[in-house]
């Protein structure tokens, strides 16, 4: 709890229990849809509206403190900022795995953004498909 008020703090945002328990359930499963958040931050606080979800978690996305991912065909799921990786993500079930980028990566991918004139800060990359169990 008292990381995630530092978190909050550090990128000027008051850090309310409802926005700690936010991004206590966000880390608590990985990856999760706003509706998720919303039937579990529902249950701790029965008042918190879903628009107040909304506009937390897009507020917190803005902040650099959540990052959203994108899915085809489903609403996006949003994830604790940490650092770069790969998304494999299900186009079935929806399910993601997440993958650590290695340096020779890394490497490859500054040189691509290198060759347009890009100095890579960050890399967001989902690779989609089917999971083992959806094949």
Not at 48 to 68: D, F, H, P, Q, W
Not at 88 to 108: F, G, R, V
């Amino acid at each position: 709890m008292n990381d995630y008020m530092m978190l909050l703090k550090t990128v000027g945002l008051k850090a309310t229990l409802q926005r700690i328990g936010m991004l206590e359930v966000i880390a608590g499963t990985g990856h999760i849809s706003i509706d998720d958040i919303y039937a579990k931050i529902h249950q701790m606080w029965p008042t918190l509206s879903l628009a107040t979800i909304y506009k937390n978690i897009l507020i917190m996305v803005e902040k650099g403190v959540l990052r959203e991912v994108p899915l085809m065909g489903a609403k996006s799921k949003y994830e604790l900022m940490q650092s770069d990786h790969i998304h494999l993500i299900c186009q079935k079930c929806s399910s993601i795995e997440d993958k650590m980028i290695d340096d020779l990566l890394k490497e490859h991918l500054a040189v691509i953004a290198q060759h347009d004139l890009l100095i890579l800060k960050q890399s967001h990359i989902n690779l989609y498909g089917l999971c083992k169990n959806c094949q």
